[in-house]
């Protein structure tokens, strides 16, 4: 496993095996199937579909013991936070022994943190959560696993590692250094190329993240200089106006890479009314609409790197794992692991066709 010294919002690498790309992103029916939930384990001989070859009960898709999950996340405003919700009602939707009770997310704290309590006193059995800020809502995570009822933190972490059972989420730090390696793999053969960056929020420890790992992947190549970073805010106007002000200052760069596929929309906005086009540009997160730019390679949007919002599928399967007091396929421990960080992998148009289908919109 890789581990990384812990930051607040960054959890260990607790990285899973893995057969195929498909398998890293196991929050899709297919790729559940890989890991976490679904069918017997891969001990053939092995006549109860239930266990594992040592003899730990797994979840698996025949219906047990009803588990009720609580999820509650941020307001769905932005096309990455609408597909988490999205993800996690299918999901529910697929078990039978699953009943789940959604709120109807808020990025204010206090009203995010009465939701929660809310369904502790609903007496759910397992809580799934994407706070709007981690920090703020430890204290309603912690109350909850005081309760008695086990906490899935989804994504933003918690600030203290007792407030939740097990965290699953992206890895940001990740989705920067394979960015920085696609974008240096394009370059690695062009004398001093230069690169410019359109990052996310800078108060958010994932921004920094992702510019870090961004930083970090081009140390290894020598002929490529990183000349403009701007901070966008996620939306598309911030969007805009940020990619505007970097090619106003920058006449001509190689690559960009670009934090957010939404505000994406805005930067590709600008670059059209600039007339520019001597670059290519790489996403951040993965969205429908990139991948098809990608697929149709019609645009300077050459690739995008992963943050894929299944991971609310797959903190579904860990609440029901949980509730059920079930270990996950495909591992042999008895209990489900305390950390999962999702891959961030690249989509280019050679593997396209194959992520469009989780592509979010």
Request: charged letters at 25%.
């Amino acid at each position: 496993m890789n581990i990384r010294p812990r930051t607040p919002d960054t959890p260990p690498a607790s990285r899973l095996p893995a057969t195929s790309r498909r398998s890293m992103l196991f929050g899709t029916a297919a790729a559940g199937a890989a890991l976490l939930a679904t069918g017997c384990t891969s001990n053939e001989n092995n006549d109860d579909a239930g266990t594992d070859s040592a003899g730990a009960e797994v979840a698996d898709d025949k219906p047990g013991k009803k588990v009720t999950v609580g999820f509650a996340g941020p307001q769905a405003d932005h096309g990455w936070l609408n597909a988490i919700t999205t993800q996690a009602k299918k999901r529910a939707e697929k078990y039978q022994d699953v009943t789940l009770e959604a709120t109807e997310g808020s990025n204010d704290n206090a009203t995010q943190v009465g939701q929660v309590e809310t369904l502790i006193n609903k007496k759910v059995d397992v809580l799934v959560v994407l706070p709007a800020d981690g920090k703020a809502l430890t204290q309603v995570g912690l109350k909850a696993m005081r309760a008695g009822i086990p906490v899935v933190n989804l994504d933003r972490v918690f600030s203290s590692q007792q407030a939740y059972r097990c965290w699953i989420g992206g890895d940001n730090y990740g989705m920067g250094l394979n960015a920085g390696h696609y974008i240096g793999e394009q370059l690695k053969d062009k004398k001093s190329a230069k690169v410019v960056e359109l990052a996310g929020i800078d108060n958010l420890e994932l921004t920094r993240q992702r510019t870090k790992g961004f930083d970090d992947a081009l140390e290894n190549y020598p002929n490529i200089e990183k000349v403009a970073r701007q901070a966008a805010e996620f939306t598309v106007e911030s969007g805009q106006q940020k990619m505007s002000e970097l090619l106003q200052a920058q006449q001509s760069f190689d690559a960009l890479w670009n934090h957010d596929d939404d505000q994406g929309v805005g930067a590709e906005r600008a670059i059209k009314q600039a007339g520019r086009e001597e670059f290519f540009m790489v996403g951040g997160a993965g969205s429908k609409r990139v991948m098809q730019a990608i697929k149709d390679g019609d645009s300077v949007i050459k690739a995008t790197v992963l943050y894929p919002p299944t991971m609310a599928a797959s903190a579904i399967d860990l609440a029901r794992a949980l509730g059920q007091g079930k270990g996950i396929a495909g591992m042999a421990e008895y209990e489900i692991p305390a950390q999962v960080t999702l891959y961030s992998a690249v989509v280019t148009e050679k593997n396209v066709e194959e992520y469009l289908p989780i592509g979010f919109t």
